[in-house]
Protein backbone atom coordinates (compact mmCIF):
# COMPACT_ATOMS: atom_id res chain seq x y z
CA UNK A 1 0.00 0.00 0.00
CA UNK A 2 1.53 3.70 -0.68
CA UNK A 3 0.90 5.96 1.84
CA UNK A 4 -0.15 9.63 0.56
CA UNK A 5 0.48 12.40 2.80
CA UNK A 6 -1.50 14.91 3.80
CA UNK A 7 -1.35 18.97 3.28
CA UNK A 8 -3.15 19.30 7.19
CA UNK A 9 -6.64 20.48 7.82
CA UNK A 10 -7.42 23.94 6.61
CA UNK A 11 -10.95 23.92 6.32
CA UNK A 12 -13.56 23.06 9.02
CA UNK A 13 -17.23 23.79 8.03
CA UNK A 14 -19.49 24.03 10.79
CA UNK A 15 -23.65 23.46 10.12
CA UNK A 16 -26.13 26.44 11.77
CA UNK A 17 -29.40 27.11 12.35
CA UNK A 18 -29.38 30.72 11.78
CA UNK A 19 -27.44 32.02 9.12
CA UNK A 20 -27.09 35.18 9.73
CA UNK A 21 -26.30 35.30 13.43
CA UNK A 22 -23.70 32.44 13.07
CA UNK A 23 -22.04 35.33 10.43
CA UNK A 24 -21.97 37.70 12.43
CA UNK A 25 -20.65 35.73 15.03
CA UNK A 26 -17.84 34.50 13.13
CA UNK A 27 -17.08 37.72 11.51
CA UNK A 28 -16.58 38.94 15.15
CA UNK A 29 -14.25 35.86 16.32
CA UNK A 30 -12.10 36.44 12.99
CA UNK A 31 -11.78 39.82 12.59
CA UNK A 32 -12.57 40.05 8.84
CA UNK A 33 -15.80 39.87 6.51
CA UNK A 34 -16.89 36.44 4.59
CA UNK A 35 -14.80 35.72 0.76
CA UNK A 36 -18.04 33.97 0.14
CA UNK A 37 -21.70 35.33 1.14
CA UNK A 38 -24.92 33.22 0.03
CA UNK A 39 -28.19 32.05 1.21
CA UNK A 40 -26.66 28.18 0.86
CA UNK A 41 -22.81 28.79 1.85
CA UNK A 42 -20.85 31.75 4.26
CA UNK A 43 -17.28 31.47 4.24
CA UNK A 44 -14.64 33.21 5.60
CA UNK A 45 -10.30 32.98 5.41
CA UNK A 46 -8.48 33.97 8.15
CA UNK A 47 -4.67 33.27 8.55
CA UNK A 48 -4.76 30.11 6.23
CA UNK A 49 -7.63 28.30 7.23
CA UNK A 50 -11.28 28.35 5.78
CA UNK A 51 -14.30 28.43 7.68
CA UNK A 52 -17.40 27.79 6.35
CA UNK A 53 -21.06 27.84 7.64
CA UNK A 54 -23.48 25.58 6.06
CA UNK A 55 -27.65 26.42 7.25
CA UNK A 56 -29.07 23.30 8.43
CA UNK A 57 -26.34 21.21 7.84
CA UNK A 58 -26.33 21.38 4.06
CA UNK A 59 -27.23 18.52 1.38
CA UNK A 60 -24.65 16.30 3.59
CA UNK A 61 -26.57 16.42 7.04
CA UNK A 62 -23.82 17.79 9.19
CA UNK A 63 -24.55 17.56 12.54
CA UNK A 64 -21.56 18.87 14.15
CA UNK A 65 -18.25 20.60 12.85
CA UNK A 66 -16.53 18.90 10.13
CA UNK A 67 -12.36 19.27 9.68
CA UNK A 68 -11.20 18.64 5.81
CA UNK A 69 -7.66 17.44 5.66
CA UNK A 70 -6.38 18.45 2.49
CA UNK A 71 -4.65 15.73 0.21
CA UNK A 72 -3.21 15.70 -3.33
CA UNK A 73 -5.15 12.61 -4.49
CA UNK A 74 -8.57 12.27 -2.98
CA UNK A 75 -8.85 8.91 -4.12
CA UNK A 76 -5.90 7.95 -3.25
CA UNK A 77 -6.50 8.84 -0.03
CA UNK A 78 -10.35 7.18 0.62
CA UNK A 79 -8.79 4.00 -0.67
CA UNK A 80 -6.17 4.00 1.73
CA UNK A 81 -8.31 5.35 4.58
CA UNK A 82 -11.05 2.47 3.83
CA UNK A 83 -8.35 -0.22 3.34
CA UNK A 84 -7.32 1.25 7.14
CA UNK A 85 -10.57 0.17 8.49
CA UNK A 86 -12.81 3.82 7.70
CA UNK A 87 -16.48 3.64 5.69
CA UNK A 88 -16.86 6.23 3.20
CA UNK A 89 -19.55 8.63 3.91
CA UNK A 90 -19.81 10.53 1.21
CA UNK A 91 -18.05 9.53 -2.11
CA UNK A 92 -15.85 12.07 -4.21
CA UNK A 93 -17.55 14.73 -5.61
CA UNK A 94 -16.94 18.23 -7.72
CA UNK A 95 -18.26 20.68 -5.32
CA UNK A 96 -16.89 23.57 -8.13
CA UNK A 97 -13.97 25.36 -8.99
CA UNK A 98 -12.29 21.99 -9.83
CA UNK A 99 -12.10 20.97 -5.60
CA UNK A 100 -13.15 17.43 -5.05
CA UNK A 101 -14.79 16.59 -1.12
CA UNK A 102 -15.62 13.19 0.13
CA UNK A 103 -16.10 12.03 3.96
CA UNK A 104 -15.52 8.88 5.54
CA UNK A 105 -16.19 7.98 8.98
CA UNK A 106 -13.71 6.01 11.28
CA UNK A 107 -14.73 3.40 13.49
CA UNK A 108 -16.69 5.26 16.13
CA UNK A 109 -18.21 7.08 13.50
CA UNK A 110 -16.39 10.54 13.72
CA UNK A 111 -16.58 11.91 10.26
CA UNK A 112 -13.33 13.19 8.45
CA UNK A 113 -12.82 14.96 5.76
CA UNK A 114 -11.09 14.94 2.44
CA UNK A 115 -10.67 17.75 -0.40
CA UNK A 116 -8.72 18.19 -3.00
CA UNK A 117 -8.11 21.35 -5.10
CA UNK A 118 -7.34 21.02 -8.85
Not at 40 to 46: H, K, N, S
Not at 99 to 111: H, K
Amino acid sequence: MTNTTTQGIKTVLHPVSDLAAAKAVYAALLGVPPQTDSDYYVGFEAEGQHIGLVPAGGPQGMTSPVAYWHVPDIEAKVAEVTAAGATVKEPAHEVGGGRLVATVTDPDGNVLGLIQDR
